[in-house]
């Protein structure tokens, strides 16, 4: 899980970061990779967040915590959504590129708070649950992964899921 919770930090980083030359470059294809990069960073933060968070404590509270997690992920949504438009607020009057290139800074700023709070995790001991690994046996596991017709089909529903958000946010 610790893996999964650093690389999609990583993710989101990234993608913050791109966003600004992919704007100044004005080619809508480094654009959107750019923002596709920054929403499956936070598909992988909380497709991990799951089962980390239901991993951590006794069996008998799994559902529970499980159903918090997903609970508050709404609410954490829209947080981001009141706190973007208060930020990008200040910049709704200015007129052309100038505003284009304003609206970005916010970006940049959560780049560097993400990717302070990834250097943060890495250095933060997680419970066994969550950094252990399989001795061997990986790409055999993955392998009968993606052999299976329905995880290959949740893939591509997340996959769409991504798209989709991008296109519309």
Not at 9 to 18: A, E, P, V
Not at 155 to 165: D, E, F, K, S, V
């Amino acid at each position: 899980y610790k893996a999964a919770v650093l690389f999609g930090l990583g993710c989101i980083s990234i993608g913050c970061f791109t966003l600004y030359p992919a704007v100044a470059l004005g080619n809508y294809g480094c654009y959107l990779v750019a923002t596709i990069t920054l929403a499956a960073g936070w598909v992988f933060l909380e497709v991990a967040a799951n089962p980390l968070v239901g991993n951590l404590g006794p069996g008998e509270g799994f559902v529970w915590r499980i159903n918090l997690a997903q609970a508050l992920y709404p609410i954490g949504s829209l947080i981001a959504i009141f706190a973007g438009y208060w930020v990008l607020g200040t910049y709704l009057f200015q007129a052309g590129a100038k505003f284009v290139f304003s609206f970005l800074n916010p970006y940049i700023l959560l780049g560097a708070v993400v990717f302070l709070i990834a250097y943060w995790i890495e250095d933060t001991p997680f419970p066994p649950i969550a950094t252990g690994r399989k001795s061997g046996g990986e790409i055999a596991a993955l392998r009968t992964l993606l052999s299976d017709r329905i995880i290959l089909c949740a893939m591509a529903a997340q996959a769409l899921g991504i798209i989709i958000l991008v296109f519309n946010g």
